[in-house]
């Protein structure tokens, strides 16, 4: 272990960075105004946290209300769950890749969030553990796929000077959407029922899907690095 640490703090000492063009000087507040503003004045950010929220609202539903659904099946089952659910999303990023080469970015996330949509109304619908588990499964491959354009996009959409902002930004979108989102479908859950609450949350998510036409992840402004999403 001492040796790895060794050689981990050896290369990064030998490791020649870029050299940057040093910023001025800014107040905090300074700094955040003029992100406020930069994305005001970027469309291609704004389609990517309008494309964020739009996601991330309806689809916090199933891990919301997932501690409800597997009551049957006790503690033991609602951590199996948990468990398909991230073997699912380890499987869907070693076939990401791939998808990638085949489709679009916008392509990749509407498939991903239909099937992520079908496998939410699913959950409120199937009782076999069995077939429970294969729903969760394939949830987080489709989770992962949408997750990782996003990211990629949120990284790659502003110069460097605006980056940390900018995901800064992403991130409260992403986490925000998912606060609200569990709050108002846990709250439909009460008074409606689990299943109807994952089935109007899956409607939620397909509706989210028409901001496409006028928010692309794909726009020839974007700069996206070809190694990393290819359109």
Known sequence: MQLRSFGVIYFLC??????????????????????????????EVRSVLIRTGAFSFGATSLLALLPVVCQPHGAQGYGFLLTCFGLGALAGAALLPRLRLRYSVDGLVAGATVVFAAMTFLAGQVYVFEWLCLVLFSAGAAWIGILACFNVVALTMCPSWMRARALSMYLLVLQGGMAVGSALWGWLAARQGVPEALAWSALAMIVGLTTIRRHRLTASELKMAPAVVRD
Request: cysteine-free; glycine content about 6%; charged content about 30%.
């Open 14 to 43: 030998k490791w020649k960075q870029a050299v940057h063009e040093p910023l001025p000087r800014q107040r905090v507040w300074d700094a955040i105004a003029e992100g406020f503003r930069y994305v005001r004045g970027a469309p």
